[in-house]
């Protein structure tokens, strides 16, 4: 996994994320993912990750974009959907996320591949 893990995953921090979060600052929205992606200071939920990996990507947080892609390519919270996650991963890289460029070519070439006859 390739999303940034917070140096203090405390109670104190997980709620001043989440209301910054709910406030719709989309950099809180994906720390918040990854808090519940990762379990810390919340219970793992990897529905509840996507959720708020998806309002970030949505404002355009390149970082989110991706982590929403890689959820997609996994089935991780949201239905399995190769296609759904090529396209979160090039908005990724768009937004200039290096790990949304690598992954946006990886998949783009293993999805071409697999439609040669």
């Known amino acids: 996994m390739a999303f940034s893990i917070p140096a203090n995953a405390n109670p104190e921090r997980f709620l001043m994320i989440s209301e910054e979060a709910e406030n719709g600052d989309a950099k809180a929205q994906n720390m918040l993912g990854v808090y519940y992606q990762l ?3 919340a219970g793992q939920d990897d529905a509840e990750s996507a959720r708020w990996f998806r309002k970030a990507a949505d404002q355009g ?3 989110a ?3 929403l892609g890689d959820a997609y390519e996994h089935g991780r919270g949201v239905p399995l959907d190769k296609q759904e996650a090529l ?3 090039k908005k990724s890289c768009d937004n200039g996320c290096k790990c949304g460029c ?3 070519h990886i ?5 071409d591949f697999a439609s040669l006859p």
């Open 87 to 89: 396209a979160w991963y």
């Open 107 to 111: 998949l783009k070439k293993e999805l």
């Open 61 to 63: 947080h390149g970082e």
């Open 102 to 104: 690598r992954s946006y």
């Open 65 to 67: 974009q991706f982590n």
């Open 39 to 41: 379990g810390l200071s």
